[in-house]
């Protein structure tokens, strides 16, 4: 079994910083691709960044600001942590945002389907 526990949220101005990250605990000797989905009030879970077991590999969705560089997936294993860094934070980023786990490699690291385990979810708000 695995938990997953996301920090960092908060309320930010428009063009602000932050931060998240998500503790990872539990089984934690196995290969977890991680990736971090956004739910915005009313819409849809969607897949924002994937993160490869060893950490070499991003996979980030096409039609985010993310290809901009504004938000950042990494993560450090030695600490079983995952971050998303989020800059320049506009107010259509404001949503619950979530880290998920899945053991072993996929095809489609941004499909919520495709994920075992789930953070309960760390709220981002972007005031303009």
């Known amino acids: 079994q695995v938990q997953l526990v996301e920090s960092g949220g908060g309320s930010v101005q428009a063009g602000g910083t932050l931060r998240l990250s998500c503790a990872l605990s539990g089984d934690t000797s196995s290969n977890y691709y991680m990736a971090w989905f956004l739910q915005a009030p009313g819409k849809e879970r969607e897949g924002v960044a994937g993160i490869s077991a060893d950490g070499r590999n991003s996979f980030y969705l096409d039609n985010h600001d993310t290809q901009e560089g504004r938000f950042t997936i990494s993560r450090d294993n030695a600490h079983n942590t995952l971050y998303l860094q989020m800059n320049s934070l506009k107010p259509e980023d404001t949503a619950t945002y979530y880290c998920?786990?899945?053991?072993?490699?996929?095809?489609?690291?941004?499909?919520?389907?495709?994920?075992?385990?789930w953070g309960q979810g760390t709220q981002v708000t972007v005031s303009s």
């Open positions: 998920a786990a899945r053991f072993g490699r996929t095809d489609s690291p941004l499909q919520k389907s495709q994920y075992t385990y």
